[in-house]
C-alpha cells in the first residue's frame, strides 16, 4: 500500500532556529512530491519535485528530493512566527491522478 | 478573484440526513478533488475528477458521491450521513496538464453527524 510518512510529528522552536522537516513516502511509480502549509484553514501550495537532488528554493525555503532514498526535506532558515503552520507533504504516484497525503508536521515558531 | 469556494462553510446534521457539499471554483480547471482531514490521519482523498462526467474513486470513497456536470462545480453528496463522517472537508481544483500538481484549496467545510 502506498503511503507517506512525516516526521517529526511537530516541532517548536524559537525565531531565527532553521528547522528541516522530513517526508518519506512508499509509492510505486513515483512522479511528483508536493509540499503545502496549512495555516488556519486551507492548505496553500510551496513546491512541487520531481527530479532527484535538484533544489527548489523560495525565500527562507527550500525543499529537495531524494528518489533513490524516497524522501524530501524542507528547510525553513531563520524561521519567523508567521512561519508556524502544519506543512503537508504529499506524493502521487504516476499514471494515477492521486495525491496521498503524510500527516503533517505542526510546526510552532516562538517570539 | 480566482478561487475555490465551498458550502456551507459549517454544517451540523444528523445521521441519514442527505446532504450536498457544492464545490465551485473559476479558474477553468479541469481537476477537481476532495479532501477529508481528520486529526492524526492528515488529508485523504474522497474522489477526484479529470474532466466533465469523468470521476474516480480515491482512497476513501465509501459513503460518498460525486458529480461533475460542468467544469466548474463537483459536488460531494452524503447519501446516508454517519458520525464516521464527521470531519473537515476540502474541495480542490487544477489544471490537469501544466500546472496540474498546483492545486487551489477551497475554505473547508467543517460537518457534523450526529
Known amino acids: 500500500e502506498d503511503k507517506v510518512v512525516q516526521s517529526p510529528l511537530s516541532l517548536v522552536v524559537h525565531e531565527g532556529d532553521t528547522v528541516t522537516l522530513n517526508c518519506s513516502y512508499e509509492?510505486?511509480?513515483?512522479?511528483?512530491l508536493l509540499w503545502y502549509k496549512q495555516e488556519k484553514k486551507a492548505p496553500t501550495f510551496l513546491f512541487m519535485l520531481?527530479?532527484?537532488?535538484i533544489e527548489k528554493k523560495s525565500g527562507r525555503l527550500s525543499s529537495i528530493l531524494d528518489k533513490k532514498e524516497l524522501f524530501s526535506i524542507l528547510n525553513i532558515t531563520a524561521t519567523q512566527t508567521g512561519d508556524s503552520a502544519i506543512y503537508l507533504c504529499?506524493?502521487?504516484?504516476?499514471?494515477?491522478?492521486?495525491?496521498?497525503f503524510g500527516t503533517g508536521t505542526r510546526l510552532k515558531v516562538l517570539a | 478573484e480566482a478561487q475555490v469556494t465551498q458550502n456551507p462553510r459549517y454544517l451540523i446534521t444528523v445521521t441519514g440526513k442527505k446532504l450536498t457539499v457544492t464545490c465551485s471554483q473559476n479558474?477553468?480547471?479541469?481537476?477537481m478533488s476532495w479532501y477529508r482531514q481528520d486529526p492524526g490521519l492528515g488529508l485523504r482523498q474522497i474522489y477526484y475528477s479529470m474532466n466533465v462526467e469523468v470521476t474516480d474513486k480515491g482512497d476513501v470513497p465509501e459513503g460518498y458521491k460525486v458529480s461533475r456536470k460542468e467544469k466548474r462545480n463537483f459536488p460531494l453528496i452524503l447519501e446516508s450521513p454517519s458520525p464516521n463522517q464527521t470531519s473537515l472537508y476540502f474541495c480542490?481544483?487544477?489544471?490537469?496538464?501544466?500546472?496540474?500538481?498546483?492545486?487551489?484549496f477551497g475554505p473547508g467545510t467543517r460537518l457534523t453527524v450526529l
Open positions: 480542490a481544483s487544477s489544471f490537469l496538464r501544466q500546472g496540474r500538481d498546483t492545486q487551489y
Open positions: 509509492v510505486t511509480n513515483f512522479r511528483s
Open positions: 479558474m477553468n480547471h479541469e481537476y
Open positions: 520531481t527530479s532527484s537532488g
Open positions: 504529499a506524493v502521487e504516484p504516476s499514471g494515477t491522478y492521486k495525491y496521498i
